[in-house]
T-cell receptor
C-alpha cells in the first residue's frame, strides 16, 4: 500500500525564520514520484516540485529547498527566511507505478503560519 | 495560474439531490483527474479520465461518475447527495503518463445540507 505521512499538523514561525516541513512515504514501487503542493486559503493546489525515485539530488529554488533521502523514505521541504506570503497548507504527495494512472496519494498536510 | 478552470466556485445542495461539477483542462493536456478534499484532510483521488475513458478509480461509490469530452473538458456527477459529500472538489489536468505533473484548478466548494 502507498501512504504519505506528514506528522506536523501545524507550524507557527516568525518571519525570517527557517522552517522544515517533514514528509515520510511508504511504497513498494521501485519507480515513483514525489511532489510538494502549496494550498493557500483560496483553495487551489499550487505545484512546487516533482522528484523521481532515481534522483536523490537535493534541489534548491530560491528560498525553497528539498531533501530527498531514499534510505529513510523522506522528502522534506525547507523554507529559508520565511515570509508571511508563505502561510498556507503544504501537501506532500506520492505517485506510483502500480496502475494505469498517475494518481496522487496525499498526506494530511501541514499548516504553516508565518507571523510578521 | 495553471489554466485549469472549474465551475461553479461554490454550490449548496440538499441531501438526495444530484450535482454536476465542471472542469476545463489546461491547453495540451489530455488527462483529467478529480479529487475530493474534506475539511482538514488531504485530497482523495476519485477517478481519472484519459481520452474520454475512465482510466482509474479510487475508493468512491458508483454514485460518483464522470465524463470527459473530446475537447478534454470534464464533468463530475454525484447522485443521491449525502451530508459527507460536503467538500472541496478539485480537478487536475496533465498529459498522460505517470511522470507527468498534475496541475490543479481552484476547486468547487460543495455544501450538502
Amino acid at each position: 500500500a502507498q501512504k504519505v505521512t506528514q506528522a506536523q499538523t501545524e507550524i507557527s514561525v516568525v518571519e525570517k525564520e527557517d522552517v522544515t516541513l517533514d514528509c515520510v512515504y511508504e511504497t513498494r514501487d521501485t519507480t515513483y514520484y514525489l511532489f510538494w503542493y502549496k494550498q493557500p486559503p483560496s483553495g487551489e493546489l499550487v505545484f512546487l516540485i516533482r522528484r523521481n525515485s532515481f534522483d536523490e539530488q537535493n534541489e534548491i529554488s530560491g528560498r525553497y529547498s528539498w531533501n530527498f533521502q531514499k534510505s529513510t523514505s523522506s522528502f522534506n521541504f525547507t523554507i529559508t527566511a520565511s515570509q508571511v506570503v508563505d502561510s498556507a497548507v503544504y501537501f506532500c504527495a506520492l505517485s506510483g507505478y502500480g496502475g494505469a494512472t498517475n494518481k496522487l496519494i496525499f498526506g494530511t498536510g501541514t499548516l504553516l503560519a508565518v507571523q510578521p | 495560474e495553471t489554466g485549469v478552470t472549474q465551475s461553479p466556485t461554490h454550490l449548496i445542495k440538499t441531501r438526495g439531490q444530484q450535482v454536476t461539477l465542471r472542469c476545463s483542462s489546461q491547453s495540451g493536456h489530455n488527462t483529467v483527474s478529480w479529487y475530493q478534499q474534506a475539511l482538514g484532510q488531504g485530497p482523495q483521488f476519485i477517478f481519472q479520465y484519459y481520452r474520454e475513458e475512465e482510466n482509474g478509480r479510487g475508493n468512491f461509490p458508483p454514485r460518483f461518475s464522470g465524463l470527459q469530452f473530446p475537447n478534454y473538458s470534464s464533468e463530475l456527477n454525484v447522485n443521491a447527495l449525502e451530508l459527507d459529500d460536503s467538500a472541496l472538489y478539485l480537478c487536475a489536468s496533465s498529459s498522460q503518463g505517470m511522470k507527468e505533473t498534475q496541475y490543479f484548478g481552484p476547486g468547487t466548494r460543495l455544501l450538502v445540507l
